[in-house]
């Protein structure tokens, strides 16, 4: 389709530096759109050449491209600043409205337009109409109210100055048909590329919506690593070994503390034990003091067993005073780990904010994952959705694309079988007509075709018969070729037709002919009534001006004997009335007067308006001289004479006089005016002869005389 409408595609050059190539609209078949199909073939019968006319803003841009746009092809170009867009009246649409109602339409209304081409648009189309049938499109052209060129769907032009055209049209369709079918099939790929861009687009989305969840998983998985990070470094920091010291002691110390708990148990026991001893001893010698060696020893054993209980008690409160020092520095170094440990629990209490905050941080980060991983699980099924639907559209694309293609193979198989059709239906004319030319029987026995009861009764005829019949006279026809020249007919009828080419040819060179005789006839007829009115006019004038400078003569032109003016013309003199045979008979100056008088007659049919003479009275004498100047004053009113002359009887009749003469070696250049006024006078140092000029005071009748 494309390559169908190249021929709408304008190229240039831009004609001058920064030029704006919106000035420059195009052709006027990509500048609208066919709103109905139906209606191309009319609208591009109505646009015609036009359809390839260029549209520019100003003529001035018409100018430059058409300068300096190096265009390869001659355009046309219609310039919306000078452009007529005047369409068919509201009165002529109305009238087309009452006669044809809804089968016939303004063309202007059938197309699609920008408002800035407005006037061109309506300078093609705004002055036609497109109707659907022939009746209705005669009926709206040669209507007296409207009075427009109507044209059918079929492309059949009703002109109302008379004319008719129509007949055989391009089968494959126009330019705005193929034009109207390629912006269909742009709209339906700017629909499918609508679709596939916004499918893209959904595909970005979710690919960049998959990368949002990529980036928050891996920030996730940062804040695991650093909380983990910010436990191990508060394991292994200061205040963790502060922590663990801190716990040593304090386990240490309730150690001691037991043990010192412990010898002062035993310590009050060995006491109780000791007095327990004294008491029994003191009332083993209060009651008895039977057995005084038992008791002895027993005592013995008792002091023992006390210094011992003694010794250990002595032990025991080292122990315990050893233990209490101990504890005391266990306290000293508990205080300070206490101080450390609170300056660890700061550092730990900042370090659990920070942790606390990371943790929020997860947690943030963590709803953001869920959130993006949710928001990406919604695009993947819009973008299945998208994809599934790109799906369909494909197929749909596919489908409608083989249904185009199907069309097409279709459209151009009726193409070939009407090509074929209108071949054979040609092919059958051209075989009818070569028919009835080799049969000219045929033509007076037409009426006979198809009628009952006859010869070409052609429903009563068998076909097998005539078949049978035809087989019959063709085998006749084989046997007869032999003894007789087919080809004679043949000759004849080339000689024929050459005879009747000759006589078709003959007869417009005779007729031919017979229009340059006619116009040589007309030219001569000119010529001669021009030469008789010249001739007339001449003449009359002649024997006038002859009768000024020789007054009692007459002159003329006349025809010769046995001719006419056409042959040529006689110089004829009278003088007295007396015509005189031969111009031998006059004298010299006679002879001059005549000469000066047919030549002015001949000035005089076509006068100038101005005239130089130079001593035309030199063979003359003073009354003759007179007879000029009184002769240039009657017959030459509306020209200017300057006359050069040597004699009085010529400045009597000047309106100026200049006359030249040496004084002392110099000319001299007096003008003097006839009337009486005062002469001027110049010096020059140009040298010439004694004279005088004759300067015209009125433009009327002028004359200069030396």
Known sequence: LKAETSRLDFKFSAPEKNFDMDRVKGMVGKLLTVKDAASATALEVIAGGKLFNVVVDTDATGKALLNKGQLKH???LIPLNKIDGRTATPAQQQAANQIAGDKAALSLDLVGYDAEVDAAIKYVFGKSFVCKDSATAQKVAFAPNVRSVCVTLEGDVFNPSGTLTGGSRNKQGGMLSALHKLMEAEADLKVAQAKLDANMNTAKANAKAASASKDALRALEVAQHKAALIAEREKNSELGQ??????????????????ADQARTRAKEAVARAKELETQHKDFEKGAKADDAAHKKKLKAAKDAAK????????????VQKAKLAV???IEQLAAAKELAEKAMASALTADKEAE????????????????????????????????AIGVAKKEANAARKRVEK?????????RNADKLAKRAKDGASEAEALAKANPWLESERSLFGKAGTEYDF??????????ELEVAQENLQNLTSKINRKVMAMFDKAESEYRDLSEKKAILLNDKDKIMSAITELDEKKRAALHTTWQKVTKDFGSIFGTLLPGTTAKLDEPEGGTYVDGLEVKVAFGGVWKQSLTELSGGQRSLLALSLILALLLFKPAPVYILDEVDAALDLNHTQNIGRMIKAHFPHSQFIVVSLKEGMFSNANVIFRTRFVEGVSTVTRTVPDGSKAEKTKGKSKGTAGALKENAQPARASRVR
Not at 245 to 258: C, F, H, I, P, Q
Not at 357 to 364: D, G
Not at 407 to 412: D, P, S, V, Y
């Open 308 to 319: 011992k209980a003694e010794t250990a008690a002595k032990k025991a409160a080292g122990e």
């Open 357 to 388: 905050a990371a943790e929020q941080e997860v947690i943030k980060v963590t709803a953001d994952y869920e959130v993006a991983r949710g928001e990406l699980d919604a695009r993947k099924e819009r973008a299945a959705a998208c994809d599934k």
């Open 328 to 330: 005391e520095a266990a």
């Open 242 to 259: 502060l922590t663990d010291a801190r716990d040593s002691l304090a386990a240490e110390a309730e150690g001691v503390r037991k043990e």
């Open 459 to 468: 429903e009563a005829q068998d076909p097998e018969e005539a078949l049978e």
């Open 407 to 415: 069309a097409n193979l279709e459209i151009k198989k009726l193409e």
């Open 74 to 76: 001659r355009v046309t």
